[in-house]
């Protein structure tokens, strides 16, 4: 992002829009690599792109506010809000039998898997209810398929590497929950509207979320799905809910 504002201040291009979506210094928790990645060198990026752009598009209200607050100041020239983002709702994408629920994205330490993982046997019981879990390889994926293991849970969940978009469909029509059940308070979306919130609605499905993230509002005054402390009750009582609620 730095490339492009250095760019515009010595003249190599006319124009410059800016489009925020994260703001990733407020993870006092992580290590120092980390803590020096996102609290100075994506902070200095920022404010050069920022500062430079000629106009900012902006996806969270959130991010701006934490951006003005970190500086004292307003940053960009033209600022324009494009939240809640617009989103593009896939036709015919609904399957009549949905019983699934589906997790997309990147796994990480506080996805939240240990409260939804003892649960599984009950929702599969119930309703025939599987988790899908849709998203790119790494180490704490690894982590968390060893521990499907050694859960004996393999028969209630499907994982799938990252699918390019036909596929993705096919493999999330059949699911009537996408969750996003991040259990730490600093995070990597604490500010941000998180992407898989975009895809879980473009496949009408309702999104089942803590209260950690950029885009709560929107999900309570839309009716966009169910936003809950985190517990492994509320968590059940609100996929039955959820289940419940297509009929």
């Not at 959130?62 to 324009?80: F, P």
């Not at 399957?95 to 599969?124: A, H, W």
């Not at 859960?151 to 699918?163: R, S, T």
């Not at 029509?173 to 992407?195: K, Q």
Request: overall charge positive; glycine content about 6%; charged content about 25%.
């Amino acid at each position: 992002i730095a490339v492009f504002g250095i760019a515009r201040k010595i003249g190599l291009c006319k124009k410059f829009i800016y489009c925020t979506g994260d703001w990733l210094a407020n993870q006092s928790n992580k290590g120092l690599l980390s803590r020096l990645a996102n609290n100075h060198l994506f902070v200095f990026m920022d404010y050069i792109a920022s500062t430079n752009c000629d106009l900012t598009e902006s996806y969270s209200e959130r991010c701006n506010k934490a951006r003005e607050i970190h500086w004292g100041r307003r940053l960009s020239k033209k600022l324009h809000s494009r939240y809640p983002p617009p989103i593009k709702i896939f036709p015919n994408t609904i399957s009549p039998n949905r019983n699934n629920i589906c997790f997309l994205g990147q796994v990480r330490e506080d996805s939240g898997f240990d409260l939804i993982l003892p649960l599984l046997p009950k929702l599969n019981k119930d309703f025939g209810s599987k988790l899908k879990i849709i998203g790119p390889y790494s180490p704490e994926r690894a982590d968390l398929e060893k521990k499907i293991k050694k859960l004996y849970l393999e028969d209630f969940v499907e994982l799938h590497p990252f699918l390019p978009l036909d596929k993705l469909r096919e493999v999330m029509r059949d699911c009537f929950c996408g969750i996003n059940l991040i259990t730490t308070f600093e995070n990597y979306s604490s500010f941000a509207v998180p992407g898989k919130f975009i895809q879980y609605l473009q496949m009408q499905i309702p999104i089942l979320t803590s209260k950690n993230n950029g885009a709560v509002d929107v999900v309570k005054k839309n009716k966009l799905g169910i936003v809950i402390e985190l517990s492994t009750s509320l968590i059940l009582s609100s996929i039955q809910k959820l289940h419940q609620d297509q009929e």
